[in-house]
């Protein structure tokens, strides 16, 4: 989840299975979910530090045990927004590469994900990647619909820069979307002859568009896929002599 169009460093390898939440982390989730939710409906400029802690089932003051300031907290829910989308993007890149999965699915496959289009995907192929990637960019838009209305809002960019975190992990992903049209173009399985950031970009804009839009996740990936995706080329027959 996130607008184009700035490359940072390449992705780093998926992290490791984190510890369970303490009480602290759960809490500091709550506020960053309330966060969201107030900037996703008033912006950064009116959202209220009061409003966010009682959706969050707190005193106003119990803020700052977790975040020094109000804007604090608001830049750490950004980034929490694109480092979960990030997440996401890493789990469903190892778990396509499982060949025990069901080929092409990735982690779509669950119940009411809908066929793609042409003959099923290798797993860990191009085509399996860049599937894996759009549904997972989907389900990260459905499942942080908050997160998503603020991070991909143009206000954004309007009330003051985005800080470095924000920026390396916007960079990150990105690069990885590149990456994933590249190998998709280079295998053909994408139309070659047009810049992998310009089609990541076009890609990204309207996965962002529908997505928001409330659209269900599993009929927006199959019908972009029925769009976007060449089908293999068929085997060449032997010649006879």
Not at 83 to 97: G, I, K, P
Not at 227 to 236: A, C, D, F, G, S
């Amino acid at each position: 989840m996130t607008a184009a169009s700035t490359d940072a460093a390449p992705a780093g390898q998926p992290a490791s299975p984190s510890p369970s939440p303490t009480k602290g982390d759960r809490t500091r989730r709550r506020l960053l979910d309330a966060a969201a939710a107030e900037v996703a409906r008033h912006g950064r400029a009116g959202a209220s530090l009061t409003a966010i802690a009682g959706a969050a089932g707190l005193k106003p003051g119990s803020i700052y045990f977790h975040f020094g300031s109000r804007d604090q907290l608001i830049d750490a829910m950004i980034e929490e927004g694109v480092r979960e989308s990030l997440a996401r993007l890493d789990r469903a890149m190892v778990e396509v590469a499982q060949p025990g999965d069901r080929p092409g699915a990735g982690p779509a496959a669950r119940p009411g994900a809908q066929p793609g289009c042409g003959p099923a995907a290798r797993p860990g192929d191009p085509r399996a990647r860049l599937q894996a990637a759009i549904r997972a960019h989907l389900d990260a838009l459905a499942d942080l619909r908050d997160y998503a209305a603020v991070v991909l809002a143009p206000a954004l960019a309007l009330e003051g820069p985005p800080g470095a975190a924000f920026r390396a992990l916007r960079g990150t992903y990105l690069r990885q979307w590149s990456a994933l049209v590249a190998d998709a173009q280079a295998a053909g399985v994408l139309a070659a002859g047009v810049p992998p950031r310009t089609v990541r970009d076009l890609l990204l804009g309207a996965l962002n568009h529908t997505g928001l839009a409330g659209r269900p996740p599993a009929e927006t990936a199959a019908a972009v896929e029925c769009l976007i995706l060449l089908p293999p080329e068929p085997p060449q027959e032997p010649s006879r002599v």
